[in-house]
């Protein structure tokens, strides 16, 4: 078993290794130091009592299997939305994008938003889809994708909130994402 003062020095030493090789994988150093800090976090809630010749192997896959949610977590973004800036209004004021201000309100006009009356109604029909499409996943499988992906959880947190383990988690957001993909695919939506 690792003590206190181990599992520190451990964490210390491996630390910047680490950081260095994620930013190697996902080229952005915040994410890096994200993914680097949840390893180390996971490692020391979940395997603190582990002797220390375990602690490297262990930490090499937490480290692994926490970049490739990274990259999970980034294609499906990719996949889905990355058209989002087709959304964004045309305002220079550097304010934060709110879709639901893309929306037209009831009774307000084309002229009033500042976009043709065909963007409109590209738009509208884009959100419609991919909310017809969502409405469509099985129930935990919907469930895991809002809670990952719109929400932002991570996987333990929606493991915990589903009552189910982290790896139906990852099996009902890889199914949920496939599946939207095939429904929007079959409407003519694209990446």
């Known amino acids: 078993m690792a003590t206190e003062q181990e599992l520190s020095d451990f964490l210390k030493g491996v630390e910047r290794r680490a950081f260095k090789r994620t930013v ?24 603190g009592d582990k002797p220390p010749g375990e602690l490297p192997m262990l930490f090499q896959r937490i480290l ?3 970049t490739l949610d990274w990259f999970r977590r980034q294609k499906t973004r990719n996949a889905l939305f ?3 800036s087709d959304f964004e ?14 929306w037209l309100a ?25 909310e017809t499409a969502i ?28 009552g189910c383990s982290e790896g139906s988690v990852k099996t009902h957001c890889f199914r949920a ?15």
Not at 97 to 102: G, H, Q, R, V
Request: hydrophobic residues 35%.
């Open 24 to 47: 190697y994988h996902v080229r952005n150093e915040e994410a890096a130091l994200d993914i680097v800090q949840d390893s180390m976090l996971k490692l020391s809630v979940h395997y």
């Open 64 to 66: 692994t299997n926490c």
């Open 82 to 84: 990355t058209n989002m």
């Open 89 to 102: 209004g045309s305002s220079e004021d550097g304010q934060d994008f709110d879709l639901l201000e893309t």
């Open 106 to 130: 009831p009774g307000q006009s084309e002229s009033e938003t500042g976009q043709s009356a065909e963007d409109a109604v590209k738009r509208r029909q884009t959100f419609e889809a991919i």
């Open 135 to 162: 409405g469509q996943l099985p129930a935990r499988q919907r469930e895991a994708f809002l809670m990952r992906y719109w929400e932002e959880m991570d996987v333990a947190e929606t493991a915990a909130a589903m």
């Open 177 to 191: 994402v496939q599946t939207l993909g095939k429904l929007l695919r079959a409407q003519g939506i694209t990446p």
